[in-house]
């Protein structure tokens, strides 16, 4: 049979306060043995003057490597004294046995009462309530670990409205270009006297929002990857340096076509430990957003560089933009996040994310500042440089 809680604790009571009256039954026990055996030893030595010379004599006889003194005194308490013993001990048990229970038992109605407090407000606790906390105080075992609860429960209730948000932003992504595609063809069907050109535009248009679709649904299957194995990707000695070039090469038509003024410069260490994969796709998304939100004409400084103390490679990027605000800098990780200026239909989509994420497994920062005065966004990232062992 299963004992709750409270049967448990009221069982372990009842132990202890039979445990109490055993332990003062032997007392009392042990106590009038010895006054009995006292009382009995002097009506003998009363009776038969003679014994205990008899017994010293027949010791001597035994040993006698030394004499012996008498035999000890035995005391006999008085009925009176013994009486006040009696009840004194009994009365100090009975006290100690009440102070006892009554405290166990406050104690016990506490912690049962915060038991069913906790029990009855995370009962109402679901995913349409997740703002409920249990707010208990004190400085107990029980409130402790009513506040570790709460505290995860703020951290369930971030992550949940994170997906949320998540959710209804992909839907979004993944819509739009659908109703494009959608809209075009409909005008299509209904336009009379249809042309070459018309076809070949709605075919150039669908191709475009395919595109984005193939995009969207790439990013999301990249950022799922990473998630769900952050620790299991294979890291080698990788130069930043090389991709970094790779990466101008790759972009060079598109700062070109935008009349960018691109700055690089490179000083110290540039090999880290890392996956060549997750690196590349790391800048070639820094580059890529760069140039997309930078204002035709302006610079696009790129810089790799060490600490003070050697330890860290530092990745930058510049670029001049009016899309993004200062009160949009702590969100521009977030996933599809549209800021303030936005004005195009979609907002900075996974790229930023899975960068973050990418810098994460590796064990470093990445961290945004902003010139209000200059306009200049500046994308830093701080990765540990690879020391052979």
């Known amino acids: 049979m299963k004992l709750s809680l409270r049967s448990k604790i009221l069982l372990w009571f009842v132990i ?28 003998a030595l009363s009776e038969h003057p003679g014994i205990d010379n008899i017994i010293i004599e027949r010791l001597r006889e035994l040993n006698r490597s030394g004499p012996f003194g008498p035999p000890p005194q035995l005391t006999v308490i008085p009925p009176g004294l013994f009486m006040r013993i009696f ?12 102070i006892s229970v009554s405290g166990g038992f406050l104690v016990l109605r506490k912690m049962l009462g915060q038991i069913n407090f906790i029990t009855r407000n995370v009962k109402e606790i679901n995913e349409k309530r997740l703002h409920l906390r249990l707010n208990l105080k004190g400085k107990d075992a029980i409130s402790n670990m009513a506040r570790v ?5 703020d951290k369930i209730e971030v992550s949940f409205k994170k997906q949320k948000q998540f959710i209804q932003n992909t839907s979004h992504e993944l819509n739009t270009p659908l109703t494009v595609i959608k809209t075009k063809i409909d005008v299509l069907k209904q336009k ?3 042309n070459k050109e018309d076809y070949k535009e709605t075919i150039e248009l669908v191709d475009s929002e395919i595109m984005r679709l193939s995009k969207i649904t790439e990013e999301l299957l990249i950022l799922s990857d990473l998630e769900e194995n952050d620790n299991q990707a294979e890291f080698t000695p990788v130069n930043m340096k090389k991709i970094l070039d790779k990466m101008l090469k790759l972009f ?4 070109d076509s935008k009349g960018l003024i691109s700055k690089a410069s490179f000083n110290g260490k540039f090999e880290v430990l890392g996956n060549n994969i997750q690196l590349e796709q790391l800048l070639f998304n820094l580059m890529d957003n760069a140039i997309k939100y930078s204002i035709p004409g ?9 600490n003070k103390n050697g330890k860290l490679l530092i990745f930058d990027i510049t670029n001049t933009s009016t899309i993004i605000k200062e009160k949009d800098l702590p969100y521009i990780f977030d996933r599809f996040y549209k800021t303030s ?22 064990k470093g920062k990445i961290k945004v500042d902003y010139n209000k005065k200059k306009k200049e966004i500046t994308l830093k990232v701080f990765l540990p440089l690879f020391t052979e062992k």
Not at 21 to 42: A, Q, S
Not at 87 to 98: A, E, K, R, S, Y
């Open 16 to 43: 202890i306060i039979l445990i109490s009256f055993i332990l003062y039954g032997f007392l009392i026990f042990f106590v009038y043995r010895y006054n009995l055996r006292g009382e009995r030893y002097i009506i």
């Open 87 to 98: 009840f004194t001990i009994t009365g100090g048990v009975l006290v100690i046995i009440i």
């Open 149 to 153: 609860f709460d505290n995860m429960l």
């Open 192 to 194: 009379k006297g249809i």
């Open 252 to 255: 060079e038509n598109q700062i």
């Open 298 to 306: 302006k610079e696009l400084v790129i810089g790799l560089a060490n």
């Open 341 to 362: 200026a936005t004005t195009e239909r979609r907002g900075f989509g996974l790229g930023l994310s899975i960068s973050k994420r990418i810098v994460e497994n590796h």
